[in-house]
């Protein structure tokens, strides 16, 4: 019920492009999802995150798209760089007051060849 | 804007010895703030988390403790180290809003 399920867990894409990234998740109690960078030796970054009253949601070349009914997200990376080249790790939490309390994929170390 | 430092950033220590990890966030009041750990080559898991000063809520048993003494400031500590416990310590905050990590302690108990 507190597991969220990452993949694939290696993904190699060419320069320009796209980069998707799948997490299923079971606990229904859960209404916030981030996505988080992390380069080798750093902390992880947020990058884009969702609730679940919307489907879709895009930063720049990040998107995430969110199907509740399957319970499942998506985190889509459009024209891919070299420099997106870390590990993603899809989370999820439940509750306003502790977005912080999150349940982390296993992470997806993505490699963009130039 | 908030930011929020993590110290040492690498760290050796024999087995048996005691362990002090310290964080502070600088720049916001009253966070929830995280205690995680990466295994290597693994996502991260929840260890520790505080809603408030002298308010700790343990995630997983193990060997490990967390202290809160000040609003912005958390304390991970160990009276002994046991190998089980190398990895990478992550400590995080939240205000209503995601979560923002430092930038971890490397651990190695040797």
């Known amino acids: 019920q507190q597991q969220v399920k990452q993949s694939p867990q290696s993904l190699i894409v060419q320069k320009g492009g796209i980069s998707i990234i799948n997490c299923a998740y079971e606990?229904?109690?859960?209404?916030?999802f981030p996505w988080y960078q992390q380069f080798p030796g750093k902390g992880p970054a947020l990058l884009i995150a969702?609730?679940?009253?919307?489907s879709e949601k895009k930063e720049g070349r990040f998107t995430i798209s969110f199907n509740k009914s399957a319970k499942q997200f998506s985190l889509h990376i459009m024209d891919s760089q070299p420099g997106d080249s870390a590990t993603y790790f899809c989370?999820?939490?439940?509750?306003?007051?502790?977005?912080?309390?999150?349940?982390f994929g296993q992470g997806t170390t993505l490699q963009v060849k130039p | 804007s908030q930011t929020i430092h993590q110290w040492p950033a690498t760290l050796v220590q024999p087995v048996g010895s005691p362990l002090s990890l310290e964080c502070t966030v600088e720049g916001t009041s009253n966070p929830n703030l995280y205690w995680y750990r990466q295994a290597a080559g693994r996502g991260l898991q929840l260890l520790f988390y505080s809603v408030g000063i002298g308010q700790i809520s343990s995630e997983v048993p193990q060997n490990l403790s967390a202290s809160r003494p000040q609003d912005r400031q958390f304390i991970l500590s160990s009276k002994k180290l046991l190998l089980s416990d190398s990895g990478f310590y992550l400590c995080?905050?939240?205000?209503?809003?995601?979560?923002?990590f430092g930038q971890g302690t490397r651990l190695t108990v040797v």
């Open positions: 995080a905050w939240s205000v209503l809003t995601s979560a923002f």
């Open positions: 606990n229904t109690a859960f209404d916030y």
């Open positions: 989370a999820a939490s439940r509750g306003s007051s502790n977005t912080g309390k999150l349940i």
């Open positions: 969702i609730r679940p009253d919307v």
